[in-house]
């Protein structure tokens, strides 16, 4: 099973660009959602996760903070990423990843770039 994420591009430096991410109807009790992203020559990171339970919690990379958010659509099953006011250094392969049931689903990825 793996997740379909869409919406990469060539953006410039300012500009705006949401990521979205598709999961099986399959896939039930989603408990975490998250974006990672993967820097050219660099290693994959962390840049979002949304938790979901009695509360819901989030955590942002402090490179991302105030200008990415991460949401969801539970009903269709997906999980999105707005990238506001994006940076060169925004640029990478980006991958949404769900757990679910104790397992972890990753989607192919997206590619990103950022122009100055």
């Known amino acids: 099973v793996q997740l379909q994420a869409s919406g990469g591009g060539l953006v410039q430096a300012g500009e705006s660009l949401r990521l979205s991410c598709a999961a099986p109807g399959t896939i039930l009790d989603i408990a975490i959602m998250s974006w990672y992203r993967q820097p050219p020559g660099n290693q994959r990171e962390l840049v979002t996760t949304?938790?979901?339970?009695?509360?819901?919690?989030?955590w942002y990379a402090d490179s991302v903070k105030g200008r990415f958010t991460i949401s969801s659509d539970n009903a269709k099953n997906m999980v999105y990423l707005q990238m506001n006011s994006v940076k060169t250094e925004d640029t990478g392969v980006y991958f949404c990843?769900?757990?679910?049931?104790?397992?972890?689903?990753w989607g192919q990825g997206t590619l990103v770039t950022v122009s100055s």
């Open positions: 990843n769900i757990v679910a049931g104790g397992r972890h689903y």
């Open positions: 949304q938790t979901n339970g009695r509360s819901t919690w989030y």
